[in-house]
């Protein structure tokens, strides 16, 4: 088998990603055939091209998976219950069979929109959640005594994280993947800061059993830190990255494989998510990198890092930017400041995070003068980039 195919950005000028990402947490833009019509037909008018709507999130898929009901139970949960961090049962029978992503698919593309499904919580899940009850083998551990060792605090949420070098984990987000990219015809796949591990996991019997094969029968380091202890975990990752890529390839050649981390840097040392690997070994083709900043200085230097601006001269590079959370919209002028700072870099666009946010006015301004703003950042259409595919092994300096 050749090595993954080399990509470069086109260099014309006249295109731009302009993309939100579509989640179902704060938000109903999921929930109904007539929200996502409504809410698709917004960003058309508003010269938007690029959807990321959530299709794994809190230990279930946001659409009918049949994979995903072999392994937890339930076929989806687009409907959550964040109390319980489970599905809402009763809104979830009431809905029948409509099939959420295909609502989004259709419509997208009825007004030119690109969708690409984001796999929102990675290799993360509730605590609770039915996968995580049903396959404890499958999750990973910190140091020190269970069940305290398997939970990431997360807020208010106890979470758990599956094992990136199980193979049963593996074979799942697999199956997942080619479920989706056979039964839909989306243009791409979206992984993000999720499909990581933090640091300090990695010490359960069964990856403390592989690193011994692999180390002469030596533990693994006590300290999480440690380099070569760090290396081997995000290289394991890396390989893993390597089949999804080829999962995608093998059914939908055009489909693009996004990711949308954090800085390299802390996505390396913090989460294990060696990205700039993955980008050099042509597994990225698109990347999106989150720079939820609060003013611009720290924003400007966050896009002058050395490895996404190497990124940037080799793929589409756009920067995801924080249009707010809950009850905490940004303000309009800082997001416009951001959108114009990230176009004069010579980036290649932007996502918002979320959709709702883009629209809720922050204080001292209106609904109006918010939608105002963002009809001036997108005054003309633009397609999304294009990527030029050549058979030879991407590899780039570091």
């Known amino acids: 088998m050749i090595g993954p195919l080399s990509v470069q950005a086109s260099p014309n000028t006249s295109t731009e ?103 929102e919580f990675g290799f993360m899940a509730p605590a609770n959640s039915p996968l995580a009850l049903r396959h404890p083998d499958w999750l990973t551990q910190k140091q020190g005594p269970l069940p305290t060792a398997h939970l990431d605090q997360e807020g208010r949420h106890a979470r758990v994280w599956l094992n990136p070098f199980h193979p049963e984990v593996q074979q799942f987000m697999l199956d997942l993947v ?30 403390i059993s592989l690193y011994r094969q692999e180390h002469r029968g030596q533990a693994p380091p006590a300290n999480p830190y440690d380099a070569e202890w760090t290396r081997w975990r995000a290289d394991k990752i890396t390989e893993f990255v390597d089949r999804l890529f080829w999962t995608v390839k093998a059914r939908r050649p055009t489909a693009v494989l996004s990711v949308s981390p954090n800085p390299a840097a802390f996505a390396y040392i913090h989460h294990l998510q060696d990205w700039p690997r993955w980008r050099e070994k042509g597994y990225i083709e698109e990347l999106i990198v989150q720079v939820y900043r609060d003013n611009l200085v720290s924003f400007r230097n966050a896009l002058r890092d050395r490895a996404i601006q190497q990124a940037r001269r080799h793929i589409p590079t756009g920067i995801g930017i924080l249009s707010g959370l809950r009850d905490q919209p940004v303000p309009i002028a800082l997001i416009q ?61 570091r």
């Open 337 to 397: 400041q951001q959108v114009q700072t990230a176009r004069g870099m010579g980036f290649a666009g932007v996502s918002f995070f979320f959709y709702d946010t883009m629209w809720t006015a922050a204080e001292s301004e209106t609904s109006r003068d918010r939608t105002s703003a963002i009809q001036r950042l997108f005054v003309t259409p633009r397609q999304r980039p294009s990527v030029a595919y050549s058979p030879r092994p991407a590899v780039a300096s």
């Open 178 to 207: 080619a479920e989706l990219i056979d039964n839909y015809e989306v243009d791409g796949l979206q992984l993000d800061d999720h499909f990581s591990l933090p640091v300090a996991f990695g010490y359960d019997p069964y990856t």
């Open 17 to 119: 990603i302009r993309g939100v990402w579509l989640t179902n947490v704060d938000s109903q833009v999921l929930f109904s055939e007539q929200a996502v019509k409504d809410s698709l037909q917004q960003l058309a008018n508003n010269r938007f091209n690029t959807v990321y709507p959530a299709v794994w999130s809190w230990g279930y898929t946001l659409y009918p998976s049949q994979v995903a009901e072999r392994a937890s139970g339930y076929k989806q949960g687009l409907y959550p219950d964040l109390e319980d961090q489970g599905r809402n049962d009763d809104l979830e029978a009431a809905q029948g069979d409509r099939d959420m992503l295909l609502d989004v698919v259709q419509t997208a593309k009825d007004l030119g929109l690109s969708v690409i499904p984001w796999f």
